[in-house]
């Protein structure tokens, strides 16, 4: 299993920047190919970012190509989802996951951590 614990959301104005990050534990996290996702409300949760543990390749949803930027440092088991000119469209809960294979939007578990909450203001 893994332990999954997100943070650094908050109340943005449109046009703001926010960084995300997530903690794993419990899981070879060097190894791990590892995802952003979110829900907003009375959605179902979709994906966001993606970032492979081998050479770093990144994977973008359409939507946020271009703002946001996901990296990881193995050091500290740690996602980060950097994301600029943030829209009022982004409000929402912020999760991170293992990816169940690279090139695959899924998420590995189907348990999730907390959630970070991002509200943007228009």
């Known amino acids: 299993q893994v332990q999954l614990v997100e943070s650094g959301g908050g109340l943005v104005q449109a046009g703001g920047s926010l960084r995300l990050s997530c903690v794993a534990s419990?899981?070879?996290?060097?190894?791990?190919?590892m995802g952003w996702y979110r829900q907003a409300p009375g959605k179902e949760r979709e994906f966001v970012a993606a970032?492979?543990?081998?050479?770093?390749?990144?994977n973008y949803a359409d939507s946020v190509k271009g703002r946001f930027t996901i990296s990881r440092d193995n050091a500290k088991t740690t996602v980060y989802l950097q994301m600029n000119s943030l829209k009022p469209e982004g409000t929402a809960i912020y999760y991170c996951?293992?990816?169940?294979?690279?090139?695959?939007?899924?998420?590995?578990?189907?348990?999730w951590g907390q959630g970070t909450q991002v509200t943007v203001s228009s």
């Open positions: 996951n293992v990816l169940s294979s690279w090139g695959s939007p899924r998420p590995l578990y189907d348990y």
């Open positions: 419990g899981r070879t996290f060097s190894t791990s190919n």
């Open positions: 970032v492979s543990w081998s050479v770093g390749s990144t």
